[in-house]
């Protein structure tokens, strides 16, 4: 799925951090509300991985 898509699903993330290597680019977004978390990364523009959990887990807990 494409960035801007998900954008327009879940609305502007809580936070972000991104790359650009110039044929590589990548982004971190984070959508946070109450204890609900949803992380997804990106690599040029489209999901990589995608992660939903508690903000009161542990590293542990996600695996």
């Given amino acids: 799925m494409a960035e801007t898509d998900v954008v327009a699903l879940l609305g502007e993330p809580t936070e972000t951090t991104s790359i650009d290597l110039g044929i590589f680019a990548g ?22 991985s995608k992660q939903m959990y508690r903000s009161d887990q542990t590293a542990s807990e996600l695996r």
């Fill in 27 to 48: 982004t971190a977004a984070t959508w946070q509300h109450n204890d609900t978390v949803i992380a997804i990364q990106f690599i040029n523009g489209k999901v990589q």
